[in-house]
């Protein structure tokens, strides 16, 4: 079983421990990638019980690979995490409550149509100051809190969000360097469009043909990292179907959690005889916008930004992908820019993946010393490639009565390239 | 454990830091040494030495074995539980409670990582000195039980040389401070018998560190060797000449390979290596480097390299001390060895350990701290193959009569633990152990703390019949013990 070989390459020396975020929060062993994959080893051996004692240590794991990055033993823990996930989905029965929790998250975010439905009742609810009084009279923390959790966690709604669609295809501005596909991620199409028009335009400036497939579904990666692996299946074949036969030299996404996924599709059809090729020969192309960019190197002018950029690791793209340069270059190429660096920066917001959904109490926990830091370094703006991260440490930012204006890499290189707006700040809780 | 007393164990540190069921009690069963394992009956986390205090007495009253435990990183089955015992991990405990940089000290909890005290000083310039190649994680409680070495401990020296005073509980569940922040108080030394002490004497829950000012700069040099002999021979010239590096640490093919596939670095293909630091003025470690290198050519060195930059420099450490953890990518499973010789026996010594390896039919992969001559032979083996992991241990015991025959020692500085009691007999007299047993029953007259380690079998009457070696999890039964 490959899982076994894989727990083997842990050799149980712990360096691992200081860049986990569950055990820099809480100091325990269980709660940590080394007990994790004790845990895994222990079940692999029969010497425990799958039982709901065992799985509450795999739920609480934020699936940050903060860990994977950290081992010098290459421990791949991000196989190893979701190879368990699956079984614990497969063999454990959650109790009600989780489960109908658990559906509706899955039946709601990976469905961009289903999504935009819900903006309109939400636009009109935000727009009525109603969602303002709750929000001030804490009314959020009177309901389930995951159920508030939701709630609280969604970005300023604007009418933009209703009619948001792209142009199937835009020409290259001068010569063309390059012809790509975008993912438009679910999530990111609704909440963030904002953020697929600016990769569109910088894409464009520097020398891309960009096109958008349409009908592109969800890449599951919210299913992948929480063991759904027949749903996740699905939705892989659905999305490299839609990206297939158009004579594209690289698949563009820009949403963290969307690129680590979407690499993997390889191996996640590997056991799959009719799909296995043609997964693996779309994940060699996917690439994170930053990283397209950086090796297709500038070329469109930039113009000054005076502002300062507190730059924050997403998880999703610094550990899951390894790519720490390049985000950071689309910044500094921009004069006048000053990019600051967030101390502890490799560490995980808390809102990893779903776990800020199903388990908000610790998610919480871990965002705060997220958002000490952020706020200690005291800059214009937050560069967040990823809307969940984005997302949490408004929140809690917003709760200590601080909006923290963010905008995702791109949006601030547009910016420089266009004279485009950036974000405004939020509202905040109060 | 009787639910009745992990009740009680909760209400002192909390249910939240009070851990008894199963799973929770698996991932405590090793530390660094995984070949040995027995399952804890619960582990606490106490938040404060108050806390401590009362665990360590109602453990007293229970009469239930207490082990202390950092991070989990020693490689001697330090924090090996005893079955049934409680575990008192210190992983909640770690601030830094003040700094007194006019004065260089520092009082920290015992729980905080070593590298962490140098990231809270480094604004001001000050650092901690020792370095193990854990320090990322490895506890200051850890340090000072195993009085922990690293790369840059030949100049500075071991964790004893930077522990100014230590707040411990001991057995009775009393708070005593050893030593302060005054150097060389009056009165018996007893911190220096706590240090190194691997948690048989008390716990230590703060310490007052030594802290220095950061050196004004550092020269780094990599040098390539043909083989081991040359490699040898060019640590014997360089501290002949007067030199004394801040550190010169070794490496052999296999250990390249390993740091090479952890890092990327570009280091080449050869029979040896060396990393070495100087540092003192600009002036000084630039001359200093400079002459390190000719000596280093001048004893048949391949090539010799400066770092381009910080990062690069950096890199090459990282490379360095990630080395142990990265032979996990050359081998499925391995044993470190801790061993020491007389320096000038390297090569020598290296050569002995290439042949008992071929006998065993089993590789070795040597990275270690040269200047000291403190070997760390990295056996590498195959746990799934029957019999290996035996074959391997014997070849560890080998090596380690081996550095006893050349008048050496069988621990550097991981420790005994529960993993060398067996070969303390082959270094001490029974006059020599049982002098330690009286040290340690003053402190700990009923044998509480992390009974079986450092000291073979009890040897004064009237005591506590701790098993001294506690058989691999493969034999133990698989539910653990009650
Ligand atoms: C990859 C790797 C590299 C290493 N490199 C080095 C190196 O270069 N140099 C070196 O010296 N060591 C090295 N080690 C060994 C190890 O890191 C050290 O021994 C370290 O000091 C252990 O610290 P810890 O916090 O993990 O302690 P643990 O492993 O948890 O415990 C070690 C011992 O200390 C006792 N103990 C822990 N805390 C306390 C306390 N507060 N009070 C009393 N007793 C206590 C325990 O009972 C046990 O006996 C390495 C280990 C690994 C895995
Ligand atoms: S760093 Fe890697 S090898 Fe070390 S304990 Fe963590 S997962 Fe295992
Ligand atoms: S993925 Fe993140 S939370 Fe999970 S074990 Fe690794 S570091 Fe910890």
Redesign the interface.
């Known amino acids: 079983m490959e899982g076994r070989r894989l727990l083997d390459d842990c050799v149980h020396c712990g360096f691992c421990l200081p860049a986990c975020p569950t055990y820099v929060s809480w100091g325990v062993e269980p709660d940590s990638p080394r007990g994790r994959i004790d845990l895994m080893r222990a079940l692999a051996d029969g010497r425990l019980p799958l039982d709901p004692e065992v799985v509450t240590h795999f739920d609480s794991c934020l699936g940050c690979m903060g860990c994977v990055t950290a081992c010098p033993s290459g421990v791949r823990y991000d196989v190893l995490i979701e190879e368990t996930r699956a079984r614990v989905e497969r063999e454990v029965r959650r109790p009600l409550a989780d489960r109908l929790f658990r559906s509706a998250i899955f039946a709601l975010f990976p469905h961009p149509a289903r999504l935009r439905a819900l903006v309109l009742p939400l636009l009109l609810w935000s727009r009525s100051g109603l969602d303002a009084l709750a929000r001030r009279l804490g009314l959020y923390g009177l309901l389930p809190p995951r159920l508030g959790e939701m709630a609280e966690l969604l970005p300023p709604l604007g009418a933009r969000n209703l009619a948001a669609s792209l142009p199937e295809t835009t020409p290259a501005r001068g010569p063309r360097r390059a012809r790509v596909g975008l993912v438009a991620g679910c999530v990111q199409r609704v909440f963030f469009p904002g953020v697929n028009d600016a990769t569109v335009r910088v894409l464009a400036s520097e020398g891309c043909e960009v096109v958008v497939p349409r009908g592109q579904g969800c890449c599951g990666a919210l299913s992948v990292h929480a063991g759904r692996e027949d749903e996740a299946r699905r939705m892989a074949r659905a999305l490299i179907s839609s990206f297939e036969g158009l004579g594209l030299d690289a698949v563009v996404v820009n949403a963290a959690g969307c690129g680590s996924t979407l690499k993997e599709y390889g191996r996640l059809l590997a056991d799959d005889p009719a799909w296995a090729a043609r997964a693996a020969a779309f994940s060699e192309r996917v690439r994170d916008v930053s990283e397209l960019l950086a090796r297709l190197g500038p070329v469109a002018p930039r113009q000054p930004l005076a502002l300062s950029v507190a730059f924050h690791d997403a998880c999703h793209v610094a550990h899951a992908q390894g790519l720490r340069e390049e985000p950071r270059a689309l910044l500094t190429g921009i004069p006048g820019l000053r990019l600051l660096e967030v101390p502890d920066g490799d560490q995980c917001c808390g809102s990893a993946g779903i776990h800020n959904l199903v388990d908000p109490a610790s998610a919480d926990e871990i965002g705060e010393r997220k958002v000490d830091r952020v706020l200690s370094v005291g800059a214009d703006l937050l560069a967040s490639a990823n809307p969940g991260c984005t997302l949490q440490i408004r929140k809690l930012a917003g709760r200590r009565g601080v909006a923290v204006r963010a905008a995702h890499p791109i949006e601030v290189l547009d910016a420089s390239l266009h004279g485009t707006s950036l974000p405004g700040a939020p509202r905040t809780g109060r | 454990m009787d639910p009745g007393l992990v009740a009680r164990f909760a209400a002192i540190v909390g249910a ?2 009070c ?1 008894a ?4 009690l ?7 040494l ?1 070949s040995m394992r027995a399952r804890p009956g619960v ?1 606490v ?1 106490p938040a404060s030495t108050g806390e401590v205090a009362a665990v360590v007495r109602l453990a007293r009253e229970a009469g239930v074995a207490i082990v202390p435990r950092g ?3 020693g490689l001697s089955g330090g924090a090996l539980p005893v079955a049934g015992c409680v575990v008192v ?1 210190l ?2 405990m ?1 601030r830094i409670l003040e700094a007194d940089l006019a004065n260089g000290w520092a009082r920290v909890e015992a ?1 905080v ?1 070593n590298l962490d005290v140098s990231k809270h000083l480094a604004a001001a310039g000050a650092y901690y000195a020792p370095d193990p190649s ?1 320090q ?3 506890t200051i409680g850890g340090n000072v039980a195993e009085n922990s070495g690293g790369a840059h401990c030949l100049k500075y020296g071991f964790t004893v040389n930077h522990v100014l005073g230590a707040r411990v509980v001991l057995a009775d569940g009393s708070v005593v401070d050893l030593g302060g922040p005054v150097a060389d108080p009056a009165g018996f030394d007893l911190l220096a018998a706590f240090v190194g002490s691997e948690g048989t004497l008390g716990i230590v829950t703060e310490v007052v560190l030594r802290v220095l000012r950061k050196p004004e700069a550092t020269r780094t040099l990599f040098a390539t060797f043909p083989s081991c002999a040359e490699a040898g021979e060019t640590v014997s010239a360089i501290i002949a000449s007067g030199i004394v590096p801040a550190a010169i640490e070794m490496m052999d093919t296999l250990a390249i390979a390993a740091a090479r ?2 890092t990327g670095l570009d280091w080449p293909e050869v029979g040896a290596a060396l990393l070495v630091d100087v540092d003192g003025t600009v002036g000084e470690a630039g001359h200093t480097a400079a002459r390190a290198g000719e000596i280093a050519r001048g004893s048949g060195a391949l090539e010799v390299r400066w770092p381009r930059d910080e990062a690069e420099r950096q890199l090459m450490w990282k490379g360095r001390k ?1 080395a ?6 050359i081998s ?3 044993l470190v060895q801790d061993g020491v010789i007389p320096r000038s026996e390297i090569a020598r010594a290296l050569g002995e350990v290439a042949r008992l390896a071929r006998e065993a039919g089993l590789r070795v992969a040597n990275v270690f701290h040269a200047g000291d001559g403190n070997l760390h032979p990295l056996v590498l083996y195959d ?2 193959v029957p019999g290996e992991e035996r074959k391997a241990e014997e070849l560890a015991g080998e090596i380690l009569r081996m550095c006893v025959r050349l008048g050496g020692s069988i621990t550097g500085e991981h420790g005994v633990g529960a993993d060398k009691v067996v070969y303390m007999g082959e270094m001490f007299s029974e006059d020599d152990l049982a002098t330690m047993d009286l040290v340690r029953s003053a402190f700990d007259p009923e044998r509480l703390f992390n009974p079986g380690k450092v000291l073979p079998a009890p040897r004064l009457c009237g005591e506590r019949p701790w098993p001294s070696r506690v058989r691999p999890v493969e034999a133990a039964d ?3 013990p009650a």
């Open positions: 939240r830091n851990l069921e199963p799973p929770a698996v991932t405590y069963e090793c530390d660094g995984t582990v986390l991070a989990g990183t991990g992983a909640r770690r729980g990582a854990s990322r994680v490895c596939a952890a990630s142990f953890a990265a032979v996990g990518r499925p499973s391995y746990a799934r698989p539910a653990g």
